[in-house]
């Protein structure tokens, strides 16, 4: 089978490659943003649980994990805090866990 340069050579065979690659792109970049909300909404979610279940700890949770850690209840408070925000699903099953 031999190779037909006339077919290759067609006017116009290659002319919207770029309108159709930035359609794709704009399409794929659409889907990215909405991926990147909806976990952005996801963790700002799980950071207002997590920081209400912070909000209701006894001071005696952080006495005792202090206790527990050989820590000050001060530093357990804190770390908790710390926790809390930057992990909160992980803060939310401990709490629920506890």
Do not use: Y
Not at 17 to 39: E, F, G, M, Q, S
């Amino acid at each position: 089978m031999s190779l037909d340069h006339g077919e290759l050579n067609v006017p116009g065979r290659t002319s919207t490659i770029n309108r159709d690659l930035d359609r794709h792109k704009a399409v794929l970049a659409a889907d990215r943003r909405a991926k990147a909300k909806a976990a952005a909404k996801f963790l700002a979610d799980q950071r207002t649980e997590a920081a209400a279940l912070f909000a209701a700890l006894p001071p005696e949770r952080f006495e005792a994990a202090a206790a527990r850690l050989g820590v000050t209840a001060k530093q357990a408070r804190a770390e908790f805090k710390r926790l809390a925000f930057w992990q909160p699903s992980s803060f939310i099953a401990l709490e629920r866990k506890a």
